[in-house]
C-alpha cells in the first residue's frame, strides 16, 4: 500500500517536473531573446509592472491555497462547495484587483503612461489565473497530469506569440499581454478537464465562504507580507535607481528562479500526502515532513554550488554584454531563493499544525526587515544591495522569526532533526521507486504490454 502511494506521489511529481522543465526552457530561450530585444530599460518596465502585480496577487489568492487542499483532504465530501465557493472567491477578488494595480501605479508613476498601459495588460492574468482553483482538485487526487497537459499547451501557444512579436519588432505593450494569454488558455483547458473528470456540481454557499475566509485571512496578510519582501526591491530599485536597474535585477532573478520548479513540484506532490499522514500517525508525518524538508534544502545547495561556478557564463550567454552587471546580484539571489524554497517546505508543518496566524507574523517580520534594509543598501550598493537585502530578510524568516513565537520554535527543532533522519535505506527507496517510475513510462510510451 505504502508503495503504490509512493507510486503514485512520483508519478504525479513526475509530470509537475516535466511541465516545469518545459516551461523553463522555453522562457530560458523566448525570454533571455525578448531581454535583448527591448534591452534593459524596456524590459525593466516589465519587471516593475511584475513585482507591482505580484503585491495584488498575493492579495487575490486569498490565502486559499494550502487552506482549500487542507479541507479537501479532511473533508472530501465538502470538495464541490468549496471549489465553487473558492472560485467565486478569487474571480471577485481578482476584478478588484486589477482595478487596484491601475489605481497604484497611477498614484506612485503619476505620467507614466507606458507603466500604466503594461501593467495594466499584465494585471488581466489575474482575472484568468482562477484556473488554479481547478488545480486544487488535481493536486488532492495526485492527478496533475491533466493539469500540465493544459500548462503545455498555454506555454506553446503564448511561445509562438513572442516569436512572432520579436520578428515584427513589435512594443513592450504587445509583450506584456503574453502572460495574460497564457493564463486564459490554462483557465479554458483546464475548466474542460476538470468538468470531464472530477463530475462535481460546484456550489456556491455564503457559509463555505464564510469558513474558508475564517480559515485563510492569515494567510492573506501572510502572503502580500511575504509579496512585499520578495517585491520591493525592485519596486524600490525602480523608484531610486529607475527601471534600467530593474531590469538587470531581473535578469539575475530569472536565472536564480530557473531550478524552483524542481523543489515547488514535490512540496506541492508532498502536501497532501504529509497533512493527510498527521491524523493517522503522528510519527510518520513528522518523518515525512523531514525527508522533504531535506530533500529541498539538498537541492537548494546544489542551485547555489551550481549558480557560483556557471552564473558568469549563464548571464553572458543568456543575456548578453547588456546585462553583465546582474552577475554579482545572481550570486547574492542565488541564495536568497534557496532560502525561500526551504521555507516553503516548512510551511507545510505550519498548515498540518494550524498555526497559520504565525506565518502571517513572520512575514511580516520579514518585509519590515526588507523594507529597512533596501533603505540602507540601496543607496549604497544599488542593485546588489537590493539582493543582499532579500537574502537577509530570507534569513531572517526561516531562522529567527520562528525562534520568537514559543508555537513555532518545534519549526526549527524539526528543520535541524530532517538532517539526521535520512540513511541508506530510504535514499535507495527513493531509488528504486523512481527507477520503476521511469520504466513504466517508457514502456507506455512504446506501446509495451506492462505486467
Not at 472530501?76 to 491601475?102: H, N, T, W
Not at 557560483?308 to 547588456?322: D, E, P, Q, R
Request: with cysteine; aromatic share 12%.
Amino acid at each position: 500500500m505504502k508503495t503504490n502511494i509512493a507510486k503514485k506521489f512520483l508519478g504525479n511529481t513526475s509530470w509537475l517536473i516535466a511541465q516545469n522543465i518545459y516551461s523553463m526552457l522555453l522562457s530560458l530561450v523566448i525570454g533571455s531573446l525578448t531581454a535583448r530585444y527591448l534591452g534593459p530599460s524596456n524590459y525593466g518596465v516589465l519587471g516593475y509592472g511584475a513585482s507591482l502585480i505580484t503585491l495584488f496577487v498575493s492579495i487575490s489568492k486569498l490565502g486559499l491555497d494550502s487552506v482549500i487542499l487542507n479541507e479537501l483532504i479532511v473533508q472530501p465530501e465538502k470538495k464541490g462547495d468549496y471549489l465553487g465557493a473558492a472560485l467565486v472567491m478569487r474571480l471577485i477578488a481578482s476584478i478588484f484587483s486589477v482595478i487596484g494595480i491601475s489605481l497604484l501605479v497611477f498614484c506612485i508613476e503619476p505620467g507614466n503612461g507606458l507603466l500604466l498601459k503594461v501593467t495594466f495588460f499584465q494585471s488581466l492574468a489575474i482575472v484568468f489565473q482562477v484556473h488554479e482553483t481547478f488545480n486544487y482538485w488535481f493536486q488532492t487526487e495526485l492527478k496533475s497530469k491533466y493539469y500540465v497537459i493544459s500548462s503545455i499547451i498555454a506555454l506553446t501557444i503564448t511561445g509562438v506569440w513572442r516569436i512572432y512579436l520579436l520578428y515584427s519588432n513589435a512594443s513592450v505593450e504587445w509583450f506584456a499581454l503574453s502572460t495574460s494569454i497564457q493564463a486564459l488558455v490554462i483557465f479554458g483547458i483546464a475548466m474542460i478537464m476538470f468538468r470531464k473528470l472530477a463530475k462535481l456540481k460546484l456550489n456556491i454557499h455564503l457559509t463555505d465562504i464564510k469558513y474558508l475566509l475564517s480559515r485563510s485571512y492569515h494567510f492573506i496578510i501572510a502572503n502580500l507580507s511575504i509579496a512585499i519582501y520578495m517585491q520591493i526591491d525592485k519596486i524600490m530599485l525602480g523608484k531610486f535607481m529607475g527601471e534600467k536597474a530593474v531590469g538587470i535585477y531581473s535578469a539575475a532573478m530569472t536565472i536564480a528562479l530557473l531550478w524552483v520548479f524542481i523543489p515547488n513540484a514535490i512540496i506541492n506532490s508532498a502536501l497532501p500526502l504529509i497533512i493527510s499522514e498527521r491524523g493517522k500517525n503522528y510519527k510518520g508525518y513528522i518523518k515525512r515532513l523531514q525527508f522533504l524538508i531535506f530533500t529541498i534544502a539538498t537541492i537548494g545547495f546544489l542551485a547555489g554550488i551550481s549558480i557560483l561556478v556557471f552564473g558568469k557564463l549563464a548571464v553572458s550567454i543568456l543575456y548578453g554584454s547588456a546585462y553583465m552587471q546582474s552577475i554579482n546580484t545572481l550570486y547574492i539571489l542565488i541564495w536568497s531563493t534557496s532560502l525561500a524554497i526551504l521555507g516553503t517546505s516548512l510551511s507545510v508543518w505550519i498548515v498540518a499544525e494550524g498555526l497559520n496566524a504565525y506565518q502571517k507574523y513572520m512575514a511580516l517580520i520579514g518585509a519590515a526587515v526588507n523594507v529597512v534594509f533596501n533603505l540602507i543598501a540601496i543607496p549604497k550598493m544599488g542593485v546588489s544591495g537590493a539582493a543582499l537585502a532579500t537574502f537577509c530578510s530570507q534569513f531572517v524568516v526561516q531562522f529567527i522569526a520562528p525562534l520568537l513565537f514559543k508555537q513555532t520554535r518545534p519549526m526549527i527543532k524539526i528543520l535541524l532533526g530532517s538532517f539526521l533522519i535520512v540513511n541508506r535505506d530510504n535514499l535507495n527507496l527513493v531509488k528504486n521507486l523512481w527507477y520503476s517510475m521511469i520504466k513504466k513510462d517508457i514502456k507506455s510510451f512504446s506501446g509495451e504490454k506492462l505486467n
